[in-house]
């Protein structure tokens, strides 16, 4: 089955505390990218990747960071994160024809 | 650059109503893509329908149906005799095939549908 794996799906933590959220994809895609949505904004796309050590910054890159090491796996790394960093957060893998969307990490920095 | 507008924050309707969500965007590409998703309040994306923009031909599929109009640029999305199940947060999307942009969307900010019994 074609699928988006995120986690953790629900994360709070403080400002300054470092962490991660990995995706991964089990369709070969070579493109992922990571959205966050905010209420009356959207989703907005924050990095994109098009394939193995090849990233790029979207609308809305402050703050966070990425790597793609391997073609599955696309984590958020945030270093010091912040209350504004509060949002729910999606990764995506996409070919030419198809897009899919992890369910989804609400996140929460007090 | 692309933009996504869908002017409708909050639709409240009862339910067999038909409802009418809308879809305007900007884009100076000939050649796009645009979605309907929709979010129920268990927060995942569903997908729910992908237009080529060479292909003007509105679609139906059950209660559903999408007007897709070049010449105002909109893609409206009706649903006929609406179910309380379709409350959700729908969005509109946009997308470009090719070069860095292909796997991208822009977003419409959402619109809130909610069906009372």
């Known amino acids: 089955e074609a699928q988006v794996t995120q986690n953790p799906r629900y994360l709070i933590t403080v400002t300054g505390k470092k962490l991660t959220v990995t995706c991964s994809q089990n369709m070969n895609h070579e493109y992922m990218s990571w959205y966050r949505q905010d209420p009356g904004l959207g989703l907005r796309q924050i990095y994109y990747?098009?394939?193995?050590?090849?990233?790029d910054k979207g609308d809305v890159p402050e703050g966070y960071k990425v790597s793609r090491k391997e073609k599955r796996n696309f984590p958020l790394i945030l270093e010091s994160p912040s209350p504004n960093q509060t949002s729910l957060y999606f990764c995506?893998?996409?070919?030419?024809?198809?897009?899919?969307f992890g369910p989804g990490t609400r996140l929460t920095v007090t | 650059a692309q933009k996504v507008t869908q002017a409708q924050t909050e639709i409240s309707v009862v339910e067999k109503e038909d409802v009418t969500l809308d879809c305007v965007y900007e884009t100076r590409d000939t050649t796009y893509y645009l979605f309907w998703y929709k979010q129920p309040p268990s927060g995942e994306l569903v997908f729910l329908i992908r237009r080529n923009s060479f292909d003007e031909q509105n679609e139906i599929s059950g209660r559903y149906s999408w007007n897709f109009q070049k010449s105002t640029s909109s893609f409206n999305f009706t649903i006929t005799a609406s179910q309380v199940v379709d409350s959700a947060v729908y969005f509109c999307a946009l997308s470009k095939p090719g070069g860095t942009s292909y796997g991208k969307l822009t977003f419409g900010q959402g619109t809130i549908l909610t069906v009372h019994p």
């Open positions: 995506a893998s996409s070919s030419n024809r198809e897009q899919y």
């Open positions: 990747s098009m394939n193995v050590e090849v990233t």
